[in-house]
């Protein structure tokens, strides 16, 4: 059976069998159920998680108990707590899953052998770190520019299929707003 | 003399005489008299440059007359409209000197031909990006997550050589926020 992992790493590189092989032997399947934690907040974020099924939310929780979605994740995303894990320390994050999850498993010392020994992997992540900085650029700046009504309307036109995952109350911790404000808003 | 950018490409990847001296004939100098702008909001965005001194503000300026700092530059840093910069379209943004300033431009075929030619560029530019992309997440999770003055007093710890630069204004349009409520929250 083939990863999904595969056609999203060569959308940017190609890969030969073998390095899929490798790939395919180096990287432990994780299988989670709903509500469970890949990744619990003030834990060493030791991997990066490829998402072969299934959905994830990634959050803070803070000292007064509030809650803060950073991002969802669904098929074929990568998802971490990305400043623990580049420099592997304890995450700010939580990641747990919508549902019942298959993901695959790269670890911090895997990847960077990887960077080492396959180095077309540098241009991988090249590209899917630079996407991934443009994607929150324009969040920070949709945050300080747009209304909530626009940020909402903004979310469900670009990630619909996240949207179907997740409750009304998880959009809200996205979007840094109360679940009552962004029903009026809704009403509007 | 020396290029500041060498030392900046030498924080992540080795370069040799040759290729320094590659990058110095190939990289253009751009000086800016202060309020100039390197880049204009709806122009395709062709070059993404490296501050060698000066400071300057990247900016989106919306139907409504309203301006929105996306982001700072001081000497050191790399500054671009990067959705633009990588898609070749038009940018979103507008990017001026707020003092006189010297960059090197780095254009889009260079870049990919620097891909090409020098790969170890591949993993400086990871890094780089993997970098933003880590600021850029943390200042949306701040923008959900924190209070303004809160967010006022992370911006002036993390970027004290840049507060030295800006007036109140513009750090106003950076968080968001209007100068008066600026104004009233530094009271507090």
Aim: proline share 2%; with cysteine; net charge positive.
């Amino acid at each position: 059976m083939d990863l999904h992992i595969f056609s999203n790493i060569q959308k940017h590189i190609s890969l030969s069998e073998s390095e899929k092989l490798y790939l395919r032997n180096a990287l432990p399947v994780k299988e989670l159920k709903r509500k469970e934690l890949v990744l619990r907040q003030g834990q060493i974020c030791r991997n990066l998680y490829y998402v072969e099924s299934g959905s994830l939310r990634a959050f803070n929780l803070n000292d007064d108990g509030k809650e803060s979605t950073i991002m969802f994740a669904i098929r074929d995303w990568w998802v971490t707590d990305m400043n623990g894990f580049v420099n592997q320390k304890k995450a700010q994050l939580s990641i747990e899953a919508l549902e019942h999850c298959r993901l695959l498993e790269l670890s911090y010392d895997l990847l960077e052998r990887l960077y080492t020994e396959i180095p077309k992997f540098e241009r991988f992540f090249r590209i899917l770190f630079q996407n991934a900085y443009i994607r929150e650029q324009q969040r920070a700046f949709h945050n300080i520019a747009l209304s909530t009504e626009q940020r909402y309307q903004y979310f469900i036109d670009k990630y619909p299929d996240i949207v179907e995952k997740i409750t009304q109350k998880q959009i809200a911790t996205y979007l840094g707003v109360t679940p009552e404000f962004l029903s009026a808003v809704k009403k509007k």
